[in-house]
């Protein structure tokens, strides 16, 4: 147990659906990341947000959107993605920004 | 090429070897970290460095600014350590290694 929860921990959806993940840390830390980890790949860093502020984008499609509320809650939302898509989708939180890293259990997502 | 190049790929050792576990990067960077990920997925940060050495019971991990390396050393060896060890940077942005696995044999 890191700190940092995510739901659901699986999800299947069509190309057509929407659906949103959920991330949530209870480490009062400030910082907090959403990466896709496909098979047979580095990681892959997805959105950056800093007290709240979207830092980084790293040329994410606009099929993926984030939103950060607060510093505990981030949810990456989902709209007619690929197959291509099917990943396994990690958020992670950190005290301050590029700090070591709190890791969620990760969201095994399946696109059909 | 990538930024950070970790060796090697796989790895198969038998309970109570010593293992090194090497990556190379080279970007600039303010911090290096060893992350380890388990079958089914969880990630966990063992090691955050930015110089000299760090040791965490029988893990030990090293980096040499200089010469833009770092080492990942694990000491008797253990089935319970098998997973992917990963090697990532940080600097301007992050940027991380493909991953070493491995499996520790009784």
């Known amino acids: 147990e890191t700190g940092v929860t995510q739901t659901p921990r699986h999800l299947v959806m069509g190309m057509t659906n929407k659906k949103s993940l959920k991330c949530e840390q209870h480490?009062?830390?400030?910082?907090m990341y959403w990466y896709k980890q496909s098979a047979k790949k580095p990681l892959e860093l997805m959105f950056v947000?800093?007290?709240?502020?979207?830092?980084e984008n790293n040329s994410v499609p606009s099929r993926f959107s984030p939103e950060c509320p607060n510093s505990s809650h981030l949810f990456l939302h989902l709209h007619t993605l690929q197959p291509e898509d099917s990943a396994l989708y990690l958020c992670?939180?950190?005290?301050?920004?590029?700090?070591?890293?709190?890791f969620g259990p990760g969201t095994r997502l399946t696109v059909t | 090429k990538n930024e950070v190049e970790q060796s090697p790929q796989n790895l198969t050792a038998q309970e109570g070897e010593f293992i090194t576990i090497n990556c190379s990067y080279s970007?600039?960077?303010?911090?290096l970290h060893w992350l380890q990920q388990h079958p089914g997925g969880g990630i966990v940060s063992l090691f955050m460095?930015?110089?000299g050495k760090k040791k965490h019971g029988r893990l030990i991990a090293t980096i040499n600014i200089q010469e833009k390396h770092s080492s990942l050393h694990i000491t008797a060896s253990h089935p319970r350590d098998s997973a992917v060890y990963i090697c990532?940077?940080?600097?301007?942005?992050?940027?991380f290694g493909t991953g070493t696995s491995l499996t520790v044999i009784p």
């Open positions: 460095l930015s110089s």
């Open positions: 992670a939180s950190s005290q301050w920004l590029h700090y070591e890293q709190y």
């Open positions: 947000y800093n007290f709240k502020e979207q830092t």
């Open positions: 480490l009062g830390h400030n910082a």
């Open positions: 970007v600039g960077i303010s911090a």
């Open positions: 990532a940077v940080t600097g301007n942005q992050f940027y």
